[in-house]
């Protein structure tokens, strides 16, 4: 038997809010969360684990739109590897971009810095 857990266990193992959870829910990017008896939801290993990856999404600005698109090409199964391959790929080349749009920035800051401490 598979170790389930709380949406307020999930929440501390995650960092988001219970809120954020049901909300994550109910727009379609996490399905399948199974109930008790009481109704409580109850999490899984492979929902965290899921859970972990929109978060990585999110934090790499992946659009809430873009997000759901996946998740929902997920829910249908092995027939969409090839498109969730894509839409992860260009989200990498975007992240790429940030990235080096971050480290140009980065620069400008340095040599701001040098310019100071030489006045």
Not at 14 to 23: A, E, M, N, P, Q
Not at 29 to 34: A, K, P, S
Not at 78 to 99: D, F, G, M, P, Y
Request: contains cysteine; neutral net charge.
């Amino acid at each position: 038997m598979e170790k389930t857990l709380s949406i307020q266990n999930i929440s501390a193992i995650t960092g988001l809010s219970t809120y954020t959870l049901r909300y994550y829910e109910n727009i379609g990017l996490l399905n399948g969360i199974e109930r008790d008896a009481n109704g409580y939801r109850k999490y899984s290993m492979e929902d965290i684990s899921c859970i972990d990856f929109l978060i990585k999404l999110r934090n790499t600005d992946m659009p809430i739109s873009e997000i759901k698109e996946f998740s929902e090409l997920r829910r249908q199964g092995n027939s969409t590897v090839t498109k969730r391959w894509e839409l992860l790929e260009v989200h990498q080349a975007n992240v790429v971009n940030q990235i080096k749009e971050l480290e140009n920035n980065l620069t400008k800051i340095s040599e701001k810095i040098t310019h100071y401490k030489k006045l």
